[in-house]
């Protein structure tokens, strides 16, 4: 096992990786998005999800991986209702790859997020 850092994604608040290698994959914490203001009341919904997603990439690529590798995502929504946006975001990101996927609507995230994702990647040969 190979534990993937980078100074791109959020420094782990606890104790925790932000990435692991095992073998041919690669599996990505749980990434929250960056929030421009307290409790994040003013980042959009689609705002967090890019940044999540971001976050979630530059780890792919400390690894040796991008999106196009990702062979499975869950993400965490706050608010059902959030969840088409979601989709929208995630969809215009991935593009024409669609890996397995679980959307689990959730009542509150840390810090006042309202997305947090964690994939699943198989690196390249």
């Known amino acids: 096992m190979?534990?993937?850092s980078t100074s791109d994604a959020p420094t782990p608040g606890g104790h925790y990786s932000q990435g692991m290698e095992a073998g041919a994959f690669v599996f990505v914490s749980g990434m929250l998005?960056?929030?421009?203001?307290?409790?994040?009341?003013?980042?959009t919904f689609d705002a967090q999800v890019a940044s999540a997603l971001q976050h979630c990439e530059s780890v792919?690529?400390?690894a040796g991986c991008g999106l196009?590798?990702?062979?499975?995502?869950?993400?965490?929504?706050?608010?059902?209702?959030?969840?088409?946006?979601?989709?929208?975001?995630?969809?215009e990101r991935f593009g024409s790859h669609k890996p397995a996927r679980a959307v689990i609507p959730v009542?509150?995230?840390?810090?006042?997020a309202?997305?947090?994702?964690?994939?699943i990647a198989q690196k390249p040969d």
């Open 114 to 119: 309202l997305i947090e994702i964690q994939m």
């Open 2 to 4: 190979k534990i993937i």
């Open 33 to 43: 998005p960056t929030l421009t203001s307290a409790g994040g009341k003013s980042d």
């Open 60 to 62: 792919l690529t400390a």
């Open 68 to 91: 196009s590798d990702v062979v499975q995502c869950t993400a965490y929504v706050v608010g059902v209702d959030n969840w088409p946006i979601f989709n929208r975001v995630y969809s």
């Open 107 to 112: 009542p509150e995230l840390r810090h006042g």
